[in-house]
């Protein structure tokens, strides 16, 4: 059993000279709340709210941001999928989780959609942006919207619909892509990637989301053949291995994929494998090199030893010319550099590195509605 909820805790970086800061940076706690859920995995800074996603009973919170000093509140709304009641009734252990790693819903991150930037109409009113959450549990990718305007409570969440998924597959992270108007999830169980065109416009609106008899909302597969459905906002283009094609991908316990990162350039998509213990690189095809049809698309480049065991999580420093992989169960980080022109990864340095959670690159600009996976989460959890 996963006890008691997760956490999130808000601190600041103390500079160098700063009273008490040693090492030339010191962190000072500014205050921590409740995730709301247990098993917190990930985090998304939106405006004045921070979308918080527990795993284990798969419930996703909205806690409000103080515009004066970037602190996490308190929650002021959250929402949990349809049948993680379970947890609450069967009380299952990590055994019963790992064992059926699909009887119970598992929502698993919240990434906004990067198209919004030009404000989407939809009548006399700009529609907010997208937030797509894959569940693993139940093969489906749900998508939000963040109300900040709702005056009881200071916010809220809007479920809009779910795309159904190939079963089985189980969903975890994603990925837009910037420019095609496409998605990339990986799927931990069966160790697969999957490409889905994105179409919001199939969504109903904020406010007829919000005002759906009951809260029922469509749930549309994202076979083509359900195309022009209503709801039909993704819509499945290729699934392909993240694993070599020598290597049984069918038992999760063998490998399952962990983390999924676009290159900055959009040419490239990396996946790590945790099992196979290596990083899975496809580039990604272009409108002029392949046809618009196959824009998107992936086709397979290398894949790499991660360099230890477990590649939990990894990242590209701000160049792109450099991956850092962070294997969990070695203890190590390793330093990879990486061929803008083919994808190729070769080892460049080691480092210790107690049981690394999570890997992030510092940008030299910091985006609004940056996504940040909490390092919250135990691996019974992920």
Partial sequence: EVKGPGFVSTAAAAPAGHEGATGGVQLKELGRVSAGGRSTCYLNLHGDHMAVVNYWDSIVSLLSISPLDGVAGSCVD?????????????????????THRQRWPHTHCFVTEPYSSSKRQTGPECELPVHLVPDLGQDTIWAYRIDATATQGGGRLVLLGGAKLEE????????????????????????????LRFRPEKLPTTHQAAAAPGGQVPVVSADPVHAEKPGAFLVHAETLRTLPADFES??????????????PSGKFLLIA?????????????????????EEGLLELAHITPSGGECPRNFNFDASGRFVVVGNQNSNNLTVFSFDLGTGAMQVVDTKHQPSPNFVYSLPHDEPEGRDLEASLGSEEGA
């Fill in 168 to 195: 089985k597959q189980g969903p975890r992270h994603l990925v837009f892509h910037p420019e095609h108007k496409t998605c990339y999830v990986i799927n931990e169980l069966k160790s697969t990637v999957s490409t």
């Fill in 273 to 293: 494998n945790r099992g196979h213990d290596s990083i899975c690189v496809f580039a990604v095809k272009s409108a002029a090199a392949q046809g618009e049809d």
């Fill in 78 to 98: 959250r929402h949990m999928q349809p049948g993680a009641e379970y947890v609450f009734e069967a009380n299952p252990d990590r055994v019963e989780h790992w």
């Fill in 250 to 263: 069918n038992d999760h316990h063998k490998s399952h994929a962990s983390e999924i990162r676009l290159h």
